[in-house]
């Protein structure tokens, strides 16, 4: 069986074109005969974040039919997967540094801002009055005394964890339970 791979890169961009926008299909890569009529269209791919990768366009070919778009999907081109060449702790730290380096150079001066910190300041020593003056120390009593229930509400649970017994948990028997099974 002979197929026109021109006609079947037609048909496949354009299915592809359904999922995806034109930006991202780079030009026609070739194709691969599956066999029994399945010829699979490639195209370079040109998104970023995906390099070596590459838009694949399944068609089925078969005599006397028009063909087929039977699968439209990104694949991994040989050595996409692969991780980057492995570099030394040292190394990545020294150029971390260097880019920090950089960013602190591009910092502006400060001094400039000198207003608007003394305005942020005084409208923090605003807030910290009003905090203040909403303490009562009724309410910090009446918190002391919850905690100190909780905490033996806590007490009476140990005891309880020290004394259970294995064979029942709140009423059910595990033995029974497992005899079921």
Do not use: C
Not at 130 to 145: Q, T
């Amino acid at each position: 069986m002979t197929t026109d791979h021109t006609d079947l890169s037609a048909l496949a961009r354009k299915a592809l074109l359904e999922v995806t926008e034109e930006s991202t299909v780079g030009s026609f890569a070739g194709t691969t005969d599956e066999g029994d009529g399945v010829v699979s269209v490639l195209f370079a791919n040109r998104m970023a974040g995906y390099p070596g990768w590459r838009w694949t366009v399944s068609v089925a070919h078969v005599e006397g039919e028009d063909p087929s778009v039977l699968e439209v999907e990104l694949m991994p081109g040989d050595g996409s997967l692969l991780a980057p060449e492995w570099v030394p702790w040292s190394e990545r730290l020294a150029d971390y540094r260097a880019a920090q380096e950089g960013v602190d150079e591009a910092d502006v001066d400060e001094s400039d801002d000198d207003s608007d910190d003394e305005a942020d300041d005084d409208e923090d020593e605003d807030f910290d009055d009003a905090d203040e003056s909403d303490d009562d120390e009724s309410d910090d009593d009446a918190d002391d005394d919850d905690d100190e229930a909780d905490d033996d509400d806590f007490d009476d649970d140990e005891d309880d964890l020290a004394e259970s017994d294995d064979d029942e948990i709140e009423g059910v028997d595990v033995d029974e339970l497992d005899e079921q099974r």
